[in-house]
């Protein structure tokens, strides 16, 4: 168990829907990471946030967006689905990113798998 | 220019044997690489991981191997077992930039036969 949760496991919903996906960081962790797996694409990096401040974005779309709230848990929107957007959402946290630039291990949850049909 | 390029695909390999994987990557500004393991159902776990000042490092049955001129590492787990089967990833990271993202190899499915 990585101490990082994830919420719902499991979502099936239609296309043009609007979803939340909510994750809590390990305890003292100030870096939230979110990947996106699919079978095309891989692990891909989406958005990253410190402390409640965005930090790095990837190949989000637009559609996507994520916030970090004050207790430092995190939620990724997914909005107007799509069919391709079906995949597996994985967030990660890390202890600290600071200016030092220190590089420390991320740790995932155990991922929300998306449906759209 | 992020790209990390990791091969096999897959590799199936007998109970004691080695398991090689290979990864490639094409910007020197990467500075950490670790090796995560995925089990079905499960989210990626980081197994070992190595920054370019090692040629080499070891934890268990499981070694890096970082060529920094070549641009190359692999991971070599020995006396390879069952449980040992999963998929494994690659990664890079620039610790010296705006972000630590990891950028990740496609992955290589392995199957250790008994």
């Known amino acids: 168990d990585s101490g990082v949760t994830q919420t719902p496991k499991h979502l099936i919903t239609a296309t043009g829907q609007r979803v939340t996906l909510r994750c809590s960081p390990r305890?003292?962790?100030?870096?939230v990471y979110w990947y996106q797996q699919s079978l095309d694409q891989g692990l891909q990096f989406l958005i990253q946030y410190y402390n409640g401040e965005e930090r790095a974005k990837g190949n989000i779309l637009e559609r996507f967006s994520a916030q970090q709230f004050p207790d430092l848990h995190s939620e990724l929107n997914l909005s107007s689905l799509e069919l391709g957007d079906s995949a597996l959402y994985f967030c990660?946290?890390?202890?600290?990113?600071?200016?030092?630039?220190?590089?420390?291990?991320?740790?995932f949850g155990p991922g929300t798998r998306l449906t759209v049909l | 220019q992020q790209q990390v390029k990791q091969s096999p695909q897959s590799l199936i390999v007998q109970k004691g044997g080695i398991s090689i994987i290979n990864c490639a990557y094409e910007?020197?500004?990467?500075?950490?690489f670790p090796w995560y393991q995925q089990f079905p159902g499960k989210g990626p776990a980081l197994l070992i991981a190595?920054?370019?000042?090692?040629s080499e490092k070891k934890e268990g049955r499981f070694t890096i191997s970082f060529n920094k001129s070549a641009k190359q590492f692999s991971l070599h787990i020995m006396d390879s077992q069952p449980g040992d089967s999963a998929t494994y990833f690659c990664?890079?990271?620039?610790?010296?930039?705006?972000?630590?993202?990891?950028?990740f190899g496609t992955g290589t499915l392995l199957a250790v036969q008994p």
């Open positions: 910007n020197t500004a990467f500075d950490y």
């Open positions: 190595i920054r370019p000042d090692v």
């Open positions: 990664a890079a990271s620039h610790r010296g930039g705006a972000t630590n993202k990891l950028i």
């Open positions: 990660a946290s890390s202890s600290r990113f600071g200016t030092s630039g220190d590089t420390d291990t991320q740790y």
């Open positions: 305890s003292g962790d100030l870096s």
